[in-house]
């Protein structure tokens, strides 16, 4: 048996990489999201219905989903360097050519094209960290990747709405598409499918990695649960039980913890999408903003979302053991109960803009233990196609969400309905979640 803690890496260069899988993943997200701050000038220019614009924010997530799986498999099969450095340069290309569309119908079909192409990054990222980080460091590490999500949405609102009102809403996507093409470059230059391949990672780095108080090789599952009876109350709460790695494809489809996990995100992530797509115009239409006002109030969700994510990834690791269920079933009861409060938000700007700081946060904390969830069920080398069915099943969540929130604005003219929604949908996860087993 080896101890992590006699190990020293003479290199850490996998902090180096988490470093451009989060202006990787920020690039990714803010290409997806610059939509919903544009919306409004979209919907005036084209005069579209709530339920129209919200099927051009969710034509995205099918093509999103569509993509996940077959990249799950290259990846498992090829490694993760190239399909990466493509998807980057392909979901760069199509964020351009949103601006040179010409009528709703175009934009829709071009999302659905920036689906596609975005589809193989976080596959590809999160694969990238199970490969790179030791157990102990796997949900912190996710928890950096997954802050990039919320990095990029405090930037994109002020940064869109102002170049949308100084230059025309087209050049919004024609700003955002360049800095994708260099970081495909940098990506394929500097970042390997495995540390072992990289010239600039040392052997006890290597070692490092691959050892978690155990000798574990690259195709055996890592340690996942800290033993400790401080937590034997909680352990019968959230289900411990030791699992069986899951080595074979049909044993990942066959998962009913990989399928629960799928299912629990699908929630989670129609209310994050939904979040996304429609807070910019709650903010316009619900509670009288201006254009560049709500630019800086609808970042505030993300700011609390940083901040939720970077925590929850670390309060999984060192606070609870390497649980991952704790954080995940806190961020789901947590957003029901924020969804109350945005039910009976009062009309004040500081109410509205720490209401959405503590929905973001809330959301966030659990938020990156979905991912780092299967790396404790799976081994090393099905990992890819276990977070690709995650993700793909997931994100049909970010499909449905902005058109059933745009369809109760038609129906209804009220947001409550939309915020009623998201707290069902937060309530159902939070019960999925229960069921799931946490691996020891």
């Given amino acids: 048996m080896t101890n992590m803690s006699s190990i020293k890496p003479q290199t850490n260069y996998r902090w180096v990489v988490l470093a451009l899988i989060f202006l990787v993943y920020a690039v990714n997200y803010a290409d997806r999201t610059n939509i919903g701050a544009v919306l409004p000038f979209i919907i005036e220019e084209f005069q579209l219905s709530n339920f129209e614009a919200g099927s051009l924010a969710s034509m995205f997530f099918l093509g999103y989903a569509v993509s ?27 964020t351009w050519l949103i601006g040179t569309a010409s009528s709703a119908f175009a934009i829709k079909w071009i999302r659905l094209g920036l689906g596609l192409t975005e589809g193989p990054t976080p596959v590809g990222l999160t694969s ?25 949405p405090i930037i994109v609102p002020p940064l869109a709405v102002w170049i949308a009102i100084t230059y025309g809403w087209r050049w919004v996507f024609f700003s955002f598409a360049t800095p994708g093409i260099i970081l495909a470059i940098i990506w394929w230059l500097f970042v390997k499918s495995k540390p072992e391949e990289s010239r600039f990672v040392s052997e006890s780095e290597v070692k490092y990695i691959r050892t978690s108080g155990a000798t574990v090789t690259v195709d055996k599952p890592v340690g996942n649960i800290v033993e400790g009876s401080k937590f034997a109350t909680l352990d019968k709460i959230i289900r ?15 998962s009913k913890n990989i399928w629960g996990d799928c299912l629990a995100y699908f929630m989670m992530v129609s209310v994050l999408y939904g979040l996304l797509t429609w807070i910019p115009m709650y903010l316009v239409k619900e509670k009288g903003f201006s254009f560049m006002g709500m630019g800086f109030v609808a970042a505030m969700p993300f700011i609390g979302g940083f901040i939720g ?11 609870f053991g390497r649980r991952r269920k704790p954080t995940m079933l806190f961020t789901a009861l ?15 700007s500081v109410a509205v803009a720490a209401s959405l700081f503590f929905v973001g946060l809330m959301l966030n904390i659990g938020w990156p233990a979905f991912t780092a969830y299967p790396m404790g069920v799976t081994d090393q080398k099905n990992y890819p196609i276990a977070i690709s069915l995650i993700n793909s099943g997931g994100n049909l969540g970010g499909f449905a969400s902005p058109m059933i929130a745009g369809f109760l604005l038609d129906s209804t003219g009220a947001f409550s309905a939309v915020f009623t929604y998201f707290g069902i949908c937060a309530a159902v996860g939070f019960v999925l979640i229960l069921m799931l087993d946490e691996p020891k």
Wanted: proline fraction near 4%; glycine fraction near 8%.
């Fill in 68 to 94: 996940q799986i077959p990249a799950g498999f290259w990846m498992a099969k090829r490694g993760t360097r190239g399909l990466v450095s493509l998807s980057i340069l392909g979901f760069s290309a199509f």
């Fill in 128 to 152: 990238t960290i199970n490969n790179w980080f030791p157990a102990k460091e796997k949900a912190t590490a996710t928890g950096v990747y997954i802050a990039s999500t919320m990095f990029a």
């Fill in 240 to 254: 411990v039980k030791k699992l069986t790695p899951l080595d074979t494809v049909g044993k990942v489809f066959t």
């Fill in 309 to 319: 994510s970077i925590s929850g990834g670390w309060i999984s690791d060192n606070i």
């Fill in 334 to 348: 947590a957003t029901v109960v924020m969804m109350l409060v945005m039910l009976n938000i009062p009309d004040s």
